[in-house]
């Protein structure tokens, strides 16, 4: 079955960078397009990024362009999200999630992983 286990959150200063992981099984990761999502406490969810199968597009929230980067690596079924310049706001909880597209990305999500705890705070 398909599953999404995200990795590599915690506490980090403003200012600080993270680089948070996703470990994909289950399905043929190369094929489909993946994601970011997160929910700061008490807020609904946000989209926060997007990347084709093969890596080569990718889309950015406004709140995060210039400071978040994904990127993905097809032969470990792995996705990352490098994020830098960390707000306070950017506290929440960061889940990846599958779309189920085929190639490009815009079907929607299917799967999601659990989730991993990203706090900004002095």
């Known amino acids: 079955q398909v599953q999404l286990v995200e990795s590599g959150g915690g506490l980090v200063q403003p200012g600080g960078s993270l680089r948070l992981s996703c470990a994909a099984s289950g399905f043929t990761f190369s094929s489909y397009p993946i994601g970011w999502v997160r929910q700061a406490p008490g807020k609904g969810l946000e989209w926060v990024s997007d990347?084709?199968?093969?890596?080569?597009?990718?889309y950015y929230a406004d709140s995060v362009k210039g400071r978040f980067t994904i990127s993905r690596d097809n032969a470990k079924n792995a996705l990352y999200l490098q994020m830098n310049s960390l707000k306070p706001e950017d506290t929440a909880v960061y889940y990846c999630?599958?779309?189920?597209?085929?190639?490009?990305?815009?079907?929607?999500?299917?799967?999601w992983g659990q989730g991993t705890q990203v706090t900004v705070s002095s």
């Open positions: 999630a599958k779309d189920r597209s085929y190639g490009e990305v815009g079907g929607g999500y299917d799967y």
């Open positions: 990347i084709n199968s093969s890596g080569g597009r990718s």
